[in-house]
């Protein structure tokens, strides 16, 4: 505490990221990063860069990789997104927090389930925006019918996070469409791995924004990317907050890789497909060893087994050198979220665990 903090930030309780331990080499399945390098044409791309160009600033309208970005969702959607749909940020984290400032006025409700990503609190709380947290069922679903014609923005994580379960297209689109005066931000840090964007339903619904990052499915979590698509429209309120802000939020070196990471699509769908093999693998050898398993449309599974407390087998891991993620919160304090790793890693996760199960159960 210093006598210069200003009020906000004496009563503010950050964000807690994930551990990223110092102490000794974990299999580290804690953070949802992606087990793969990011592509190899990424990191020769990076290696070939005239680096004596670092002395000049980056473009910042990151005009390059936004039509990049278009490009491919314009394909991949049959449907013109242009570059001016597309707005990119250092990380969605920032993307998330430029949406606050862009949209929501303070003493504006933002409605969202009451286990999300926990960062949503932590921006309401930044921005004095009233959060509104609507309770999942009690099999962590999303109820949509509790999400129509509401009186405050909407931020839905699609997949949701930490429970993995993922809505359909159909589902947010009723959203959408229940809500025509209200922003629906949809996050899809996870989408890659199994769900259908929403970027298909932004030409068609103007208060529908998607955030993507390229932190885990494109294995940048160490890069900080991110980008979001909705209507020309909102997108240029983006940008406006941006040029208040801070106008060089993309570094060169970023861009460069961000471009070659959406021209190699082959080594994308490679490693997705890769993880949700694992995924589907390690949730059926957990369910043999008698974890519920919820139903994962993601990069990891959320787990609970019935014979051993959550927080306990978080530190018997940890002890044993697995860390995976816990969260001492209501209603989930008896699950583990869990990130896929390569197979090796998932099989050591899975032999520690047979191992601690052994000695807590007989
Ligand atoms: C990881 C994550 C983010 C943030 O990603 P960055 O692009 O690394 O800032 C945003 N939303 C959710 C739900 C996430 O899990």
């Known amino acids: ?5 200003n009020d906000k930030i004496k009563e503010i309780e950050p964000y807690v990221p994930g551990e990223q331990p110092k102490d000794k080499k974990y299999i580290k399945l804690n953070t949802n990063e992606n087990p793969y390098p990011p592509s190899a044409k990424v990191i020769e791309k990076i290696k070939s860069m005239n680096l004596e160009d670092l002395k000049l600033y980056p473009d910042p309208d990151v005009t390059e990789l936004g039509k990049v ?9 049959n449907n013109k997104i242009t570059y001016k749909q597309v707005f990119i940020g250092n990380g969605s984290d920032e993307i998330l927090a430029f949406i606050f400032m862009t949209f929501f006025n303070a003493g504006d409700k933002v409605y969202y389930p009451d286990i ?3 960062f949503y609190p932590v921006y309401a709380d930044l921005f004095n ?13 999303i109820e949509i019918e509790k999400y129509f014609g509401l009186d405050g923005h909407i931020i839905i994580t699609n997949p949701n996070a930490p429970t993995s379960i993922a809505l359909k297209l159909e589902e947010i689109e009723k959203i959408a469409e229940k809500n025509p005066s209200q922003l629906v931000v949809v996050d899809e840090a996870y989408v890659d791995f199994g769900a259908e964007s929403a970027v298909k339903l932004v030409n068609k619904y103007d208060n529908v ?4 990052t390229f932190s885990k499915s494109r294995s940048f979590a160490g890069m900080r990317l991110g980008y979001a698509i909705g209507s020309e429209n909102t997108i240029e309120g983006l940008n406006r907050l941006k040029f208040s802000f801070n106008s060089y939020t993309i570094d060169r070196i970023s ?3 961000g471009i070659e990471s959406f021209k190699d699509d082959e080594y994308f769908e490679k490693t997705n497909a890769k993880i949700i093999q694992t995924r589907e693998k390690t949730s059926e050898e957990l369910k043999k060893l008698g974890f519920k398993v919820l139903n994962s449309s993601a990069n990891f ?5 019935n014979k051993i407390f959550a927080g306990d087998l978080y530190k018997q891991l940890k002890e044993n050198g697995v860390l995976v993620r816990y969260f001492a919160k209501d209603r989930i304090d008896n699950y ?10 998932i099989g050591i996760f899975i032999e520690k665990l047979e191992d601690l199960l052994g000695n807590n159960v007989n």
């Open 1 to 5: 505490m210093s006598k210069f903090w």
């Open 69 to 77: 970005i278009a490009e491919y969702f314009s394909n991949k959607i």
């Open 116 to 118: 999300t990503y926990s």
């Open 129 to 141: 925006v009233k959060e509104i947290k609507i309770p999942l069922n009690d099999n962590f679903e």
């Open 209 to 212: 924004l998607v955030v993507q």
């Open 255 to 257: 861009i460069e890789a």
């Open 301 to 305: 599974i959320f787990i609970s087994h």
């Open 336 to 345: 583990l979220r869990v990130t896929i790793g390569t197979d090796e890693e």
